[in-house]
């Protein structure tokens, strides 16, 4: 509740459209499930990183294409596959992307304020008694 009130928070001083649902799924594994690797700030990061590239470029080349929300969709899942930086609240980012008129930019801009307002809420509410080591060492070989 208080990382969604922080973005909204953000979002209502800003005027910023940061209250995205994606990072209503990202609240879920940051707070319920910290020790999850799709809840890792890598996994968040570059999971948004990946899927906002992919569908802003998706709607670029193909706007209001609903057939390419669906292709950014999978390879946005694809390419975070094989990244190994999974995180499934992104992969509803290219979909965004279609829903919402944003320039390529805004995206970025809105997605990453989101997100460190939500892992750095999440670093302090693990520090807290009782703690929970967040971030996990994560190994990323084999």
Avoid at 4 to 12: F, H, I, K
Avoid at 39 to 63: D, E, R, S
Avoid at 105 to 122: D, K, Y
Wanted: proline share 9%; with cysteine; aromatic share 8%.
């Amino acid at each position: 509740m208080l990382g969604m009130a922080l973005v909204g928070t953000l979002s209502t001083l800003t005027g910023l459209p940061l209250l995205i649902a994606p990072l209503g799924a990202t609240a879920v594994l940051l707070f319920g499930q910290p020790s999850s690797p799709l809840a890792q700030p890598m996994n968040i990061f570059g999971g948004y990183l990946i899927a906002a590239i992919v569908g802003v470029g998706a709607m670029a080349l193909f706007p209001a294409a609903w057939w390419a929300a669906a292709c950014a969709v999978g390879i946005a899942i694809a390419l975070m596959l094989m990244l190994r930086v999974t995180h499934p609240p992104a992969g509803a980012l290219p979909l965004v992307a279609t829903a919402i008129p944003f320039q390529g930019q805004e995206l970025f801009v809105f997605v990453l304020i989101g997100c460190i307002s939500l892992v750095s809420l999440a670093l302090v509410h693990h520090w807290l008694p009782p703690r929970v080591q967040y971030p996990t060492r994560i190994d990323r070989e084999g």
